[in-house]
């Protein structure tokens, strides 16, 4: 069971982004998914999450309206779109899976996860 987080570089102010989540042993259609990311000197923050069974989706209010996060069940990966980018975007980010229907309290907890990418830095310049 692995998960193999992609797609993050170095990026100017205003640029975008795609971040993969490709899952491997599992499905990934069983699974919530979300996406956290930790600046340096800072905690883990949950930034988006989809939710197994319905899809439902979550966004921190800090990235809402600028990324978007989707499935795709062919590929077994999910994506995070990420656009309108900031320097405080600057992260490493990190996919995690677990066999939950979070709510709007308890999405962006880390303890509800089993499964954890290895992470892919996210830099956006000024």
């Known amino acids: 069971v692995q998960l193999q987080a992609c797609g993050g570089g170095l990026v100017q102010t205003g640029g975008s982004l795609r971040l993969s989540c490709a899952a491997s042993?599992?499905?990934?259609?069983?699974?919530?998914i979300t996406w956290f990311r930790q600046a340096p000197g800072k905690e883990r923050e949950g930034v988006s999450c989809i939710r197994r069974s319905d899809g439902f989706r979550y966004y921190a209010v800090s990235v809402k309206g600028r990324f978007t996060i989707s499935r795709d069940n062919a590929k077994n990966t999910v994506y995070l779109h990420m656009r309108s980018l900031e320097p405080e975007d600057t992260a490493v980010y990190y996919c995690?899976?677990?066999?939950?229907?979070?709510?709007?309290?308890?999405?962006?907890?880390?303890?509800?996860?089993?499964?954890w990418g290895q992470g892919t830095l996210v830099t956006v310049s000024s």
């Open positions: 042993g599992f499905s990934l259609d069983d699974y919530t």
């Open positions: 995690a899976a677990g066999a939950v229907r979070p709510i709007l309290s308890s999405w962006a907890g880390t303890g509800i996860y089993e499964h």
